[in-house]
């Protein structure tokens, strides 16, 4: 395998933190380059990784041109996806953005054609995609022990984007942090339905093989003139020719799912035409439910293995490899997700049903 070049712009998610750990601890990989507008914000991550001062930029021009990475790791705001996908696509790297895709189809699709004019893959990760719970739901649905996949039916959150920062640091965030935060601004894509939905529709395209739904009717908690901008609570309802699917997204759980799970819990329900699979969030076991034994059984899920365990470590062995990224961090199966999020942001502004 030969020596990966691995580049992490933009700091305003702090999942860049987990994903440079992931780069660093690599076998076949090294981080040349960080680079970020505020260089108080790439502080942490150049003490953690021991990356040298001349690594560290806050332009990106010099910072692309000096370091040619393979692969340049994207973390900005939601709304600035597209930008920023825009800004690195010329300079010829695969580029694997954090959740969500964007935070419209449109600016999507302004990151699937700056990526079509340079060959380079464009990936888009979900965390909770390598989750071996999930992994093991999705390997049971592909190999028909549900039967054909009809719902799916899923609730994620946390007690907020700002209670944990990266490995999942907890803290207590103020009133004032809120205020600062990208995560609490509409014009950034934030609030819980932006952060978590796409979770759970492009999960749950991977699921059921692909559909297209129907319709889509979302509310969200806000107030308009509120003391917030953007939701902390949402329920998306999506009609597939199917069935009824539904999608519930949450800041202000009692408890954080990686530390206890809260109730509802975190993570998936799949009905099926032949039976159900119960798959939570960190849980290492499904649980699967069947007409010939509806009393159920627990089936380990064991953890994803190498280069099969992470982002990173994934888009990586695609390029060793020539192959084409595949599942949620897909650009067709995320952009699947990203227009049931559209139909629901506008279900939920308009009050209406959308169709898709």
């Known amino acids: 395998m030969r020596k990966w070049r691995v580049a992490g712009v933009n700091f305003d998610h702090f999942h860049m ?4 750990r992931m780069a660093h601890e690599h076998p076949a990989a090294e981080i040349v380059a960080i680079c970020d507008e505020q260089p108080g914000r790439m502080e942490e991550a150049r003490r953690n990784f021991s990356i040298p ?3 560290v930029y806050s332009s990106l021009e010099p910072c692309l041109l000096e370091s040619k990475p393979d692969l340049v790791i994207l973390c900005p705001a939601a709304a600035r996806h597209a930008e920023w996908v825009e800004k690195v696509a010329p300079f010829g790297s695969a580029i694997l953005v954090e959740k969500p895709f964007a935070a419209s189809l449109a600016e999507a699709d302004r990151m699937i054609a700056a990526m ?3 060959g380079k893959p464009l990936a888009i990760n979900w965390p909770l995609a390598w989750l071996a719970s999930h992994v093991k ?12 996949v009809l719902e799916v039916h899923y609730h994620d959150g946390n007690r907020g984007p700002l209670w944990h920062g990266a490995g999942k640091i907890e803290r207590e965030p103020s009133d004032e942090d809120k205020a600062l935060s990208w995560f609490y601004r509409e014009s950034e894509g934030g609030g819980s339905l932006q952060d978590y939905l796409g979770y759970g529709t492009t999960l749950a395209t991977w699921f059921n093989g692909g559909q297209r739904p129907l319709e889509v009717m979302a509310m969200w908690d806000r107030v308009e003139g509120g003391a917030l901008e953007v ?6 309802v999506v009609r597939y020719a199917t069935g009824l699917s539904k999608f519930e997204t949450r800041w202000g759980t009692l408890s954080d799912p ?4 809260p109730e509802p819990r975190c993570g998936f329900v799949v009905r099926g035409s032949e039976g159900t699979i119960a798959s939570w969030d960190y849980d290492d076991f499904v649980t699967l439910r069947t007409r010939a034994n ?17 982002p990173v470590a994934y888009v990586l062995d695609c390029l060793e490899q020539s192959r084409e990224i595949e599942g949620p961090l897909s650009v067709g199966v995320s952009r699947l997700g990203q227009e049931i999020v559209d139909a629901a942001v506008e279900s939920a502004r308009s009050g209406r049903v959308v169709g898709v």
């Open 116 to 118: 079509a004019k340079t």
């Open 294 to 310: 509806p009393r159920g059984e627990t089936i380990a899920a064991p953890a994803p293995v190498f280069p099969h365990d992470n």
């Open 17 to 20: 933190g987990d994903l440079l």
């Open 53 to 55: 001062s001349n690594r």
């Open 137 to 148: 739901c999705h390997e049971l649905c592909r190999a028909g022990a549900i039967g054909e």
């Open 231 to 236: 939701d902390e609570h949402s329920i998306t």
């Open 258 to 261: 990686w530390t206890q799970q």
